[in-house]
C-alpha cells in the first residue's frame, strides 16, 4: 500500500480535527511549564536555603537517563566539575562532597531509584524533581536529601524546575521558567492548526519533510540535542527514517546524493528515491566551529541540490531556545504525520 503527503489536510478542519488530542498537547507546553514551576516553588526554595546551608560542591552528578539534557546546559556554564551519569549506579567517587541531581519526571524508573538511593547511602547532597510518593521519591528520603515534588510528568518543565535551582544557588547559567513558557507560547500561537500553512511554520516544515530522507544538525550542544529530540519525533510521526548527527557524520549523506532527475515519476510502482533534505537547527549560536560546520552542511546541499530548511528561534537564554526549536520540529513531525494518507 503505497502512502502519500496530502498537503491540503493541514487546512482541512474536519483532518485537523482527527489530531486535536495530539496538537492540544503541543499547544499546552508552556502552561506545564507554568504550572510545574508553581507547584515546585516551595521544593526549590527549600533546596536552595540547604544549598546556601552547605559549602559548594565538589562536582555536580546529574542521574538518571534525563541526565543529558542537563549536561548540555550545564557543561559550558557549570563552576564545578559536571557528569552526566543516564546509567542505573553513581560513579564510584561520588560521595558527601558531592551534589547529585535527579530528573525523574513519571518517578517509576527503577534504575533511577536504585541510583538515588546509592546517592542517599552514600551522603551525597541529593536532589529530586519527581512526584511526590513515588518510587523514586521514596528512595530520596534521607537527611540531605531534598524532593522537588512535580507534576505534570514532563520532561522539560521538570528540568526547568531544576535548572532554575541550580541557577539560584551559582551552579548554572541563568534559567528562568516565564523565558521557557513564553517561547513555548510563541511557538504554539505560529505553529497553530488554525493558522494557513502559507504562514504556518510547522506546516511549512512538514510539506519541507514529506516525501524525502530528512538529515537533521544543530551546532550548538543545546541545538544539537534538540535535532535528536526532533528527529526522534519525525521517526514515529512518519515510520520514515530521520538521522541527526555531527557535521562530519551528516555531510557523507548529503554528498551521497544522487543528481536530481526532473522525470522520476513519484506515483511509479517503488516510487522515486527520497531524497534528503538537510534541515538545521540554530539557536543563533557564534561559535566559529558552528559557523564553519553550518557553512560547509550549506556548501554541500548547494553542490548537491539538496533542499535546505532552516528552524530558528530568538528566545532569550539557552534552555528556552532549546525548547523552541524542540517544539517547532515536534509541531512540523505532528503536521507531517496528519498528511501522510494511504493510497
Known amino acids: 500500500m ?68 542537563l549536561r548540555a546546559v550545564l557543561e559550558p556554564w557549570c563552576p564545578v566539575p559536571f557528569v552526566a551519569w543516564p546509567g542505573p549506579a553513581l560513579p564510584g567517587w561520588a560521595g558527601g562532597l558531592d551534589l547529585v541531581v535527579v530528573l525523574a519526571p513519571d518517578g517509576s524508573d527503577r ?18 524533581a ?6 523514586v521519591a521514596q528512595h530520596a528520603e534521607g537527611r540531605w536529601s531534598t524532593i522537588v515534588p512535580t507534576v505534570t510528568r514532563d520532561q522539560l518543565a521538570t528540568a526547568v524546575v531544576v535548572l532554575e535551582y541550580l541557577d539560584q544557588v551559582g551552579l548554572g547559567p541563568r534559567a528562568d521558567h516565564a523565558d521557557v513558557a513564553r517561547a513555548l507560547d510563541d511557538v504554539s500561537v505560529a505553529c497553530s492548526p488554525h493558522r494557513d500553512l502559507a504562514v504556518n511554520p510547522g506546516k511549512v516544515l512538514a510539506i519541507a519533510l514529506a516525501d524525502t530522507a530528512p538529515i537533521v544538525w544543530g551546532g550548538s550542544s543545546l541545538a544539537a540535542r534538540a535535532a535528536r529530540r526532533v528527529s526522534e519525533s519525525i521517526r514515529r510521526a512518519s515510520g520514515r527514517s530521520a538521522i541527526a548527527g555531527d557535521a562530519e557524520h551528516l555531510l557523507p549523506l548529503i554528498e ?3 543528481p536530481r532527475n526532473v522525470f522520476d515519476d513519484p506515483f511509479a510502482e517503488g516510487g522515486a528515491e527520497a531524497r534528503p533534505v538537510l534541515v538545521v537547527f540554530d539557536d543563533g549560536a557564534d561559535d566559529p566551529i558552528v559557523r564553519e560546520d553550518r557553512g560547509r552542511l550549506r556548501a554541500a546541499a548547494a553542490e548537491h541540490g539538496v533542499r535546505v530548511e532552516t528552524v ?17 520540529g515536534r509541531y512540523g513531525a505532528e503536521y507531517l504525520r496528519l498528511g501522510l494518507v494511504d493510497d
Not at 2 to 14: G, K, N, P
Not at 312 to 328: F, H, I, P
Request: charged share 25%; proline share 3%.
Open 130 to 135: 519527581s512526584p511526590a510518593g513515588s518510587l
Open 312 to 328: 530558528a528561534t530568538e528566545a532569550g537564554t539557552e534552555v528556552a531556545r532549546y525548547a523552541s526549536l524542540v517544539l517547532n
Open 2 to 69: 503505497a502512502t502519500w503527503f496530502d498537503e491540503s489536510r493541514l487546512d482541512d478542519e474536519a483532518a485537523l480535527a482527527t489530531a486535536d488530542v495530539r496538537l492540544r498537547e503541543l499547544a499546552e507546553s508552556g502552561a506545564r511549564v507554568r504550572r510545574e514551576a508553581a507547584e515546585s516553588a516551595a521544593g526549590v526554595a527549600e533546596a536552595v536555603a540547604t544549598a546556601r546551608d552547605a559549602a559548594r560542591p565538589r562536582a555536580i552528578v546529574a542521574a538518571g537517563p534525563d541526565s543529558r539534557l
Open 111 to 128: 534504575a533511577t531509584a536504585a541510583a538515588v538511593a546509592e546517592a542517599v547511602r552514600r551522603g551525597c547532597q541529593v536532589v529530586v
Open 256 to 258: 551521497a546524493a544522487r
